[in-house]
């Protein structure tokens, strides 16, 4: 099992930043989840999150939605997210779960940080979570041995990105921008601030995630993140892909492009 | 009790609320263990800002006075009681009054809590509003609001709703708003919430999310309360004098529950007064079939609260079913839940026939044709009266009018 600490070490030694691929359980199969993960993973990818889908994805743009509805129309629940995690951690990425908070409170927050663990998962995004309301998230991935992540965003003030990034071991997930998910033009100018405004207040990776789809982009961002976070873009690929074949070339294509980018 | 005095419905300490019934949220935002904020942090700025400027308003006479002003100049306030005997001839001879909200302008409460964040969006210095609507009153409202004031103004809808309310989509756009419809998930109130959501955190620096219910992450359910309460500081002056007592219930219809607190509130003190929400049971107690969020439902997170909800077993909401728009909604106001875990409010499912009925008979016995929302609440009040015997009054918060749902009848009575 990878840690994220070893993959930023890693990282940081090879004087690069992460590359962290987002695809949501169930998408576009339980199967085909797992070999797109895989292909990920193989082309460059160091961290996979995992999305649990959500009836009510109200942080997501149109691609992800139409990715989490066609995985809860195809049946998943919960016990699918678990193997996928499984099948992605067995790839050697260090595997997360990214959740709204809904279902982690519904099925258990202690039993849920279990299961992961047991699964083979190191940690949790969780972006409707604040830091309010997330002490008995932070206490059971504790006891559990797993990592959180909590995000900041480019209209946090000081005193929030400091109570968000103390409840943060994982990394530390800037938004860059403001709006939902889905792949942009542009990274926000807004980014590389908020990864600055971010740094004194934390000893943790600060990665950059929302609107970054090309490996131009992940080399601009690479140049003060730790890490960057891809989601749309590599459903995108599925989306549009006529076959299963073709789908899973398309993203190992993009997470190589995007391997480049966190080098250049 | 305030200082008021005749041309004024309200007082100072009527907005301030702080604590009159001991029931204002706490710093979280939380009602008990209901309510909270579970948003993305980029909203958490604007729910401040949003927090902090209402608190400013509610304690500046100015706002309130203007607030006041356009209640009665604008809204048409104070609305009517009206009695209805012939009506109440079927609930065993209890007395049953109305609080007439249909008589405002628009057509429903929901003019109340628009006007009061109209002029708080303006306080704000922000120049778009955005809002969700279900049977398109508050979308109406809010349109409304916005000519009066030039501000732009944006109303996310589920498709399956501009269908059904499709006079009140006309409306909008006549006003000069625009409608989006939402085509995904369950194509309702739900989903047109989680789009209104996705609007203003790309906007929030020029928009005001000018929430319709209260529910939704804190402070929303407080500002929409207050704002809704004129409901009731005037209905229990009004019942006083009318019959020289308090009632016995009050009764109201509950989607996300404006209606129903702004009613509720003035008598939560009143602890002879019991309070009854009804909520839509639709087609039958089935999955999907109803929208019994508070009588069936269980508790989890829903559009930034801690509330009831409707779920399954992994937290996936699960649709609501109504025949009317504005109740179809799978999750519900944190005061409620509050209210209903205390003991203090008590809730009850009304299916669509038994509303259809009571709809069509407050028309034919009184001449009033209520909104569906409404006849929810009706239809529990003749159930009430039964029980609580004739020398029982029911106050009954008649939340709307029904020419909006005049397509709905129309298929439904084969008119
Ligand atoms: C007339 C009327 N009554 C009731 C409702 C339900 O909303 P709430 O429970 O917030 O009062 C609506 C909502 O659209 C409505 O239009």
Not at chain 1, 239 to 251: H, M, N, R, Y
Not at chain 2, 341 to 363: C, K, N, P, Q, S
Request: hydrophobic content about 40%; charged content about 20%; aromatic content about 6%.
């Amino acid at each position: 099992m990878t840690t994220l600490q070893t993959v930023f070490a890693k990282a940081k030694a090879d004087d690069r930043a992460a590359l962290i691929g987002y695809l949501p359980a169930g998408f576009p199969t339980k199967e085909g989840a797992v070999a797109a993960a895989a292909a990920m993973v193989e082309a460059g990818c160091d961290v996979i999150e995992i999305g649990l889908p959500y009836s009510d994805p109200l942080m997501d743009g149109p691609t992800i939605q139409d990715a989490v509805h066609r995985s809860l129309t195809g049946g998943t629940r919960i016990a699918d997210v678990m193997r996928t995690v499984e099948g992605v951690a067995g790839t050697g990425a260090a595997t997360l779960v990214m959740t709204y908070w809904n279902p982690v409170d519904r099925y258990g927050a202690d039993r849920f940080a279990r299961d992961l663990a047991n699964a083979g998962g190191v940690g949790t995004i969780t972006p409707d979570l604040t830091p309010e309301e997330a002490g008995p998230w932070c206490e059971a991935s504790a006891a559990a041995g797993i990592d959180t992540t909590f995000l900041v965003a480019p209209s946090s003030t000081e005193a929030r990105i400091k109570a968000v990034a103390a409840c943060c071991t994982g990394f530390v997930y800037a938004a860059s921008l403001m709006g939902v998910t889905g792949a942009r033009e542009t990274v926000g100018e807004a980014a590389r601030g908020l990864v600055e405004r971010t740094r004194p207040h934390t000893g943790l990776p600060v990665c950059v995630g929302l609107g970054v789809g090309t490996g131009r982009q992940a080399a601009e961002v690479a140049r003060y993140a730790d890490g960057v976070i891809v989601g749309s873009a590599f459903i995108r690929r599925l989306l549009d892909a006529p076959d299963e074949t073709s789908g899973l070339a398309a993203v190992r294509e993009l997470a190589a492009e995007l391997a480049v980018g966190v080098r250049a | 009790m305030t200082d008021r005095t005749d041309s004024t419905l309200l007082g100072p300490a009527d907005l301030v609320g702080n604590g009159v019934n001991g029931d204002d949220p706490d710093a979280g935002g939380k009602f008990g263990v209901f309510g909270g904020r579970y948003v993305p942090e980029a909203l958490i700025p604007a729910l401040d800002e949003v927090a902090a400027e209402y608190d400013k308003a509610r304690n500046d006479p100015a706002f309130v006075g203007e607030f006041d002003h356009l209640l009665r100049t604008y809204a048409g306030r104070p609305t009517t009681l009206t009695e209805v005997p012939r009506f109440a001839e079927r609930a065993g001879g209890a007395r049953i009054v109305l609080k007439r909200e249909d008589l405002t302008h628009t057509g429903a409460h929901k003019i109340n809590n628009v006007l009061g964040q109209a002029l708080l969006t303006k306080r704000l210095g922000k120049t778009r509003v955005i809002a969700e609507t279900g049977a398109g009153q508050h979308g109406v409202a809010t349109a409304t609001a916005a000519a009066l004031m030039g501000l732009e103004c944006v109303i996310y809808m589920g498709a399956v709703d501009c269908e059904r309310q499709a006079l009140n989509v006309a409306r909008m756009k006549l006003l000069g708003a625009t409608v989006v419809p939402v085509a995904n998930g369950s194509q309702t109130l739900k989903d047109a919430i989680n789009e209104a959501f996705r609007d203003w955190v790309a906007n929030v620096d020029h928009t005001h999310y000018l929430f319709g219910t209260i529910a939704g992450p804190h402070p929303f359910p407080e500002i929409v309360r207050d704002f809704a309460r004129v409901i009731g500081v005037e209905a229990r002056r009004q019942i006083l004098e009318l019959t020289g007592r308090l009632p016995d219930a009050v009764a109201a219809a509950v989607g996300g529950g404006s209606n129903a607190i702004g009613l509720f509130h003035a008598f939560i003190g009143d602890e002879g007064v019991r309070l009854h929400g009804y909520e839509a049971g639709g087609r039958g107690a089935g999955e999907g079939e109803h929208a019994l969020t508070l009588t069936r439902g269980s508790v989890g997170v829903l559009h930034g609260a801690r509330t009831y909800v409707l779920q399954d077993e992994e937290g996936q909401t699960i649709e609501s079913h109504s025949i009317s728009a504005g109740l179809d909604y799978p999750g519900v106001g944190p005061e409620h839940a509050w209210l209903k875990d205390i003991g203090r409010a008590t809730y009850h499912g009304v299916t669509d026939a038994e509303a259809m009925e009571a709809f069509a008979l407050l028309a034919r016995t009184e001449g009033i044709i209520p909104a569906i929302e409404s006849s929810h609440a009706l239809a529990g009040a003749l159930t009430l009266g039964r029980e609580l015997g004739p020398e029982a009054t029911i106050l009954v918060n008649l939340s709307g009018r029904g020419d909006k749902d005049m397509g709905t009848a129309m298929k439904y009575f084969n008119l």
